[in-house]
C-alpha cells in the first residue's frame, strides 16, 4: 500500500497537529515509512462536515478562522454529520479524536463502531472507546478484520502499552504505577513554583494538556480511565471505572505543597494497577507526596512515567511526553504505521471500503 486515506472525526488541537505533520512532514514521511497520508474527510462540532474524496486541501483548512465553516466548500456541510461521513467518506482509517467521555465514552463509541461496522481501521487517542468499550469494540474489529489502535490513550505519544505487550511479553507483569495525567502533574509542579490551582490550569489549557473539561484532570477520572485500560490491557483484568478508586488532586493544599518541600517531597498524582497473589487485580488513583529516592519525584511537567513491576526483570520505568498536541499526534501515526504493518504482512487489507 503506498498510500492510506483518513477521516480525522473531531479537529481540535490532536487532529489539527496530526494534519500540520502530514502538510509539514509528508515527503520526509514518505520516504521513511514508504506510504502517503491524505486528508479526505474531516467532521467537528464548530466547523461541519467536509468529504472530498480527491484529497483536502489541508493548508486551506487550516487556516480557516474561528466562526468559519465547512459550508462553503465543495462537499462541505454546516453540521458533522459523522455517521454519514464515517460510513460513506473513502477513507482507509478514521482518526478519532474528539472529547473523552469518562462516564459513557459518547459519542465516540459509536463513531468507532460506525468505523469498524464499515470495513475501516481506526485510530483514536480518546481514553472513552478503550476503557469503557475495549472488549466489545476489539471483537467488532476481529469480526470485520481491521485494526482497533489507541496507543495514544495512555502517556500520549510514548508507546508504553506496544512497548509493555511486545518487549515484556514473558517477564511476568504483576503491577503498574505511574503518573499518567500530564495536566495534573504540570499544575502541581506549578503550585510549587506558587501558582493558584486556577492559573496553573489556564497554562495547561494553553499548553493544549488539558482535557476540554480539565475537572477530568484535576479530580483524576482522565487517570481512572488510563488504570482500566492499563489494567485490562496489560494484567488480563476486566475492571470497570467503578471498580478504581479516584482521589484527584484538588485535596491538596498550597500548604501540603509546602509542607511536603520541607521534608524532601513532591506531590504526584499516582494511578496504579496491581495483581493480587489471589490473581485479582486492583487499580487506584490518589495523590501521594513521594520522597526524593521515589522514581517518580524527579518527573516533571507534562512529562510521565509508568514503573513496570516485573517477575524476571524487577522494576522498569518508563518516562516521557504524557501530553500535547504534537506528541499524541505521533501517537496517532504510530498507530498508522502499525496498521501498515498488519497490512503489508497480510494480517488485515488495506480496508474493507
Ligand atoms: N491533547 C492531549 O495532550 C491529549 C493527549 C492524549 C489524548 N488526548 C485525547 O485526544 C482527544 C482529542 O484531544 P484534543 O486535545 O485534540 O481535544 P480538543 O478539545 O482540542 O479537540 C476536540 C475536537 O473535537 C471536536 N468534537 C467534539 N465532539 C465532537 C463530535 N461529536 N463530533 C465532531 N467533533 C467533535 C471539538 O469541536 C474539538 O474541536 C481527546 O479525547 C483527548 O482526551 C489528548
Ligand atoms: N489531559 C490529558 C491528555 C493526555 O491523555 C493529560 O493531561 O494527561
Known amino acids: 500500500m503506498d498510500r492510506y486515506d483518513l477521516a480525522l472525526i473531531g479537529f481540535g488541537g490532536v487532529n489539527r497537529a496530526l494534519a500540520e505533520l502530514i502538510r509539514d512532514r509528508g515527503e520526509r514521511l514518505r520516504s521513511e515509512l514508504g506510504f502517503d497520508l491524505r486528508i479526505v474527510a474531516i467532521t467537528d462540532l464548530r466547523l461541519g462536515s467536509l468529504m472530498q474524496a480527491d484529497g483536502i486541501d489541508v493548508a486551506q483548512v487550516l487556516a480557516m478562522r474561528a466562526g468559519e465553516s465547512f459550508a462553503g466548500l465543495v462537499g462541505g456541510d454546516a453540521e458533522a454529520r459523522n455517521e454519514y461521513v464515517i460510513r460513506n467518506s473513502t477513507a482507509d482509517i478514521v482518526v478519532e479524536a474528539t472529547f473523552t467521555n469518562p462516564l459513557d465514552g459518547q459519542p465516540a463509541v459509536s463513531h468507532v463502531t460506525w468505523a469498524l461496522e464499515s470495513g475501516k481501521h481506526v485510530t483514536t487517542t480518546n481514553k472513552g472507546p478503550i476503557a469503557l468499550a475495549g472488549a466489545g469494540l476489539k471483537s467488532l474489529a476481529a469480526e470485520y478484520g481491521v485494526r482497533f489502535e489507541y496507543e495514544g490513550s495512555v502517556l500520549s505519544g510514548t508507546p508504553i502499552l506496544r512497548f509493555a505487550k511486545q518487549q515484556l511479553a514473558g517477564a511476568g507483569l504483576t503491577a503498574v504505577e505511574g503518573i499518567l495525567n500530564g495536566t495534573s502533574n504540570y499544575v502541581l509542579g506549578r503550585m510549587e513554583a506558587g501558582l493558584s490551582l486556577a492559573d496553573a490550569v489556564a497554562e495547561a489549557q494553553g499548553l493544549g494538556y488539558a482535557e476540554a473539561d480539565p475537572t477530568a484532570d484535576i479530580e483524576g477520572s482522565d487517570v481512572q480511565l488510563k488504570v482500566v485500560i492499563l489494567a485490562n490491557e496489560l494484567l488480563g483484568a476486566n475492571l470497570t471505572t467503578a471498580d478504581v478508586e479516584r482521589v484527584g488532586i484538588s485535596v491538596v493544599s498550597a500548604e501540603d505543597i509546602v509542607a511536603a518541600a520541607t521534608q524532601g517531597k513532591r506531590w504526584k498524582l499516582i494511578g496504579s494497577a ?64 502499525a496498521i501498515d504493518s498488519s497490512v503489508r504482512s497480510g494480517l488485515v487489507a488495506t480496508s474493507a471500503v
Open 274 to 337: 496491581r495483581r493480587l497473589p489471589d490473581g485479582t487485580v486492583t487499580g487506584r488513583v490518589a495523590p501521594v507526596a513521594v520522597a526524593a529516592d521515589h522514581p517518580l519525584q524527579g518527573i516533571s511537567g507534562a512529562t510521565n512515567a509508568v514503573k513496570f513491576e516485573t517477575e524476571l526483570l524487577g522494576d522498569v520505568t518508563v518516562s516521557g511526553p504524557g501530553a500535547g498536541r504534537v506528541e499524541t499526534a505521533y501517537a496517532l501515526l504510530s498507530d498508522i504505521i
